[in-house]
């Protein structure tokens, strides 16, 4: 009799269509069976969300200090440039016909040089000794020098120099910005005529100060020094057109027995580093996201073990296998959706919120440039979600095939 009841009803027609259970049926019934259980439920998805929040949280904290590293090793126009040395400066010499021979190879835009010379720096009762460079203002601007008060060199005025914060301390004055404009004597050591060494004393107004707190460093006109026959330049930097001819260009100047180095040789350095730091962070984000997975196999397994009634029942009633298998998939996709969902927009909002308190902070220490520790991109995000979404098709494979194996009448028989 109860049989032909459950036979005979039409409406079961609405529940189950041909035997399988509507979409959007199977999607109410997943609802429903996981708010049934709230408290669980609500634990289950915190446990995803912390999961996979610590993923995002961190490898978004890697690629902002990778990205913040690499805006301060290397400038936005240095990427395109090669750094030149002599290997044997005495033999192998950086004069204008070497320089006049890089300037020709094609693709090759501007070349610029710098001498380096032991000086000394002189302001009133206070003297130092220092680092003397002889740049021009192209090559001053390609070493991406952090002013902190006044400006570059002007290539017309051979009586300008700029000075590092270092120098300015040394000298004994308080106030960096004070500097500015005043004059200063520096000495350095140079050939005359005969070959025979004598010491040239210039006077130099301070029109830019750097911040550097490594040693005393001064950058005057390389003309000032050339006019006092310094020919020979100790680095020279080529400018690229084109940064994909680095490497061709490189083996050029190479061949001529000059040592080549480039910005993308640290850069390449710096991504080594920062990707074997991002599979450290997945891995401390890797315990969190394992103790989710173990959570929600611990809710589906215990959901089946309370439903085994039910779904008995809906086995009588007519829902094929695979339609109890769909149902806890469905489960188990929404527990990591709403889970992998939450975490990125927790995980973006604490790193958006890292952002603007360190950005804070740095304003008032005097740091205006905007510095991003957390950057999280879109790829990062979806692929998140895609492995959320996987690690549920995973974690519901054994609870799923064992309801399928569940016995209707059995699970009928039981109180």
């Given at each position: ?183 200063i004597s520096i000495s350095f050591e140079a050939d005359d005529e005969n070959g025979e060494k ?218």
């Amino acid at each position: 009799m109860i049989e032909k009841n459950a036979t005979d009803q039409k409406p079961k027609k609405d529940i189950l269509l041909g035997g399988v259970i509507k979409p959007k049926l199977l999607l109410r019934l997943a609802f429903k069976n996981l708010f049934f259980k709230r408290t669980r439920t609500i634990l289950t998805v915190v446990g995803v969300v912390i999961g996979i929040g610590s993923i995002i949280f961190l490898i978004s904290f890697g690629f902002g200090l990778q990205d913040l590293v690499s805006r301060q090793v290397i400038g936005s126009q240095s990427v395109q440039t090669i750094d030149v040395t002599s290997p044997q400066s005495k033999i192998l010499k950086l004069n204008q016909d070497a320089i006049d021979r890089m300037q020709s190879i094609d693709g090759v835009s501007t070349v610029t040089k710098t001498y380096t010379l032991a000086g000394k720096v002189k302001m009133q009762s206070s003297e130092t000794e220092t680092v003397l460079y002889g740049a021009d203002k192209k090559y001053v601007d390609l070493t991406n020098l952090n002013f902190l008060h006044g400006k570059s060199l002007d290539d017309t005025k051979q009586d300008q120099t700029i000075v590092n914060s270092s120098l300015i301390k040394v000298l004994g004055l308080k106030n960096e910005s004070d500097a500015l404009n005043k004059k200063i004597s520096i000495s350095f050591e140079a050939d005359d005529e005969n070959g025979e060494k004598q010491i040239i004393t210039n006077e130099f107004t301070i029109v830019g100060i750097f911040d550097s707190q490594s040693r005393a460093e001064s950058f005057i006109n390389s003309s000032v020094l050339e006019s006092n026959n310094i020919s020979d330049a100790d680095n020279v930097k080529v400018v690229i057109i084109d940064k994909d001819n680095i490497k061709e260009i490189r083996d050029v100047i190479q061949s001529f027995g000059f040592t080549t180095a480039s910005p993308l040789d640290t850069l390449d350095q710096i991504n080594q580093v920062f990707t074997l730091l991002r599979f450290l962070l997945v891995g401390f984000g890797g315990i969190g996201m394992v103790i989710a997975v173990l959570g929600m196999f611990n809710t589906l397994t215990i959901s089946l073990l309370e439903r085994t009634r039910e779904i008995g029942l809906m086995i009588y009633l007519g829902a094929r296998k695979q339609d109890i298998q769909r149902l806890f998939i469905v489960e188990s996709l929404l527990l990591a959706l709403f889970g992998g969902f939450f975490g990125v927009l927790g995980a973006v909002t604490l790193g958006s919120l890292c952002n603007i308190l360190l950005n804070q902070y740095a304003r008032g220490n005097g740091v205006q440039e905007n510095i991003k520790v957390f950057i999280v991109s879109p790829q990062l995000v979806f692929i998140t979600l895609g492995l959320s979404l996987l690690l549920g098709l995973i974690v519901v494979y054994f609870p799923a095939r064992r309801s399928t194996q569940i016995d209707p009448i059995d699970a009928m028989s039981k109180e």
